[in-house]
């Protein structure tokens, strides 16, 4: 199984619009980040997990050339903006199952995306043809287990997914225990990160290592990173005794077209 990050930034991306940092003046390519998204490749079959409004570049500069499920993590629009452009790939996989949480899929449904399932509407040029698959605990793809993983992103149920070993948790400030147990001695663990202050509705860096440190991943990855992270500097300071993010871990910063084998 074959990990790629499409996408390693938030909703804004990186460089942010009308920004002059250093992150979003930074001549290192780790520091341009597209809508976080992951694509798994398992068995001839292309899995991706969020679809945001960066995924037509995501799926030129990597030549994508065929999706065949889609897992949703939530709704909000830097997770879902793409899908209308996964209407190319509907030649392979005609509908293409899209796997998510039954109230997610609901609001996609109704509020988001209602052209592509009400039949009064002209198709024209064609939509998107997808089978909304609600689900809550497990489920298998081309024979491999897949389990959700409920978290909380601020007040928001927001899913995650385990497979094979690894774990993708994106958009997530609070994880609850049960969801917490399924975490421990990963190979892998791919956490959302937000920034170095307090959100909301985001881990900071801090407390993703921390939540690492509790469950001991082989490696751990961290995502959704906005423009107050320089990659290089916080990368040397997990290596760094005395350093904020000195981790004894095997910790890095995700970036976009980072590839990665389980």
Same mark, same amino acid.
């Given at each position: ?8 930034g938030t909703s804004h991306g990186v460089p942010m619009i ?15 980040r597209t809508n976080a998204s992951l694509l798994i490749e ?155 202050? /307090?959100?909301?509705?985001? @881990? %900071? ?5 921390? =939540?690492? $440190? *509790? !469950?001991? /991943?082989?490696?751990?990855? @961290? %995502? ?5 992270? =320089?990659? $290089? *500097? !916080? ?13 004894? =871990?095997? $910790? ?11």
């Amino acid at each position: 199984m074959k990990l790629t990050i499409l996408g390693s930034g938030t909703s804004h991306g990186v460089p942010m619009i009308g920004c002059s940092c250093a992150t979003c003046l930074s001549a290192d390519p780790r520091d341009n980040r597209t809508n976080a998204s992951l694509l798994i490749e398992a068995r001839g079959r292309n899995i991706l997990i969020d679809c945001g409004r960066d995924f037509r570049q995501q799926a030129l500069r990597h030549r994508l050339d065929r999706v065949d499920y889609l897992l949703l993590t939530h709704t909000h629009f830097d997770h879902v903006a793409g899908i209308d452009d996964l209407r190319v790939f509907n030649r392979h996989a005609a509908p293409i199952p899209l796997f998510g949480n039954p109230a997610h899929l609901n609001y996609l449904k109704t509020y988001i995306y209602h052209y592509l399932f009400d039949p009064e509407i002209q198709r024209g040029g064609g939509v998107t043809e997808l089978d909304l698959v609600a689900v809550n605990e497990r489920f298998l793809l081309e024979g491999f287990l897949f389990e959700t993983l409920p978290a909380y992103h601020g007040e928001i149920e927001v899913f995650g997914y385990k497979f094979g070993g690894c774990a993708y948790l994106s958009d997530v400030s609070y994880v609850p225990k049960p969801t917490l147990q399924k975490l421990y001695n990963l190979d892998l663990l791919i956490l959302g990160a937000l920034r170095h202050t /307090p959100h909301p509705t985001h @881990f %900071t860096l801090a407390e993703a290592l921390e =939540l690492a $440190a *509790e !469950v001991k /991943p082989r490696r751990v990855y @961290f %995502t959704h990173l906005c423009h107050d992270v =320089l990659h $290089a *500097e !916080v990368e040397s300071g997990f290596l760094e005794p005395g350093s904020p993010y000195f981790t004894p =871990l095997v $910790a890095h910063l995700a970036f976009d077209g980072l590839s990665l084998e389980i």
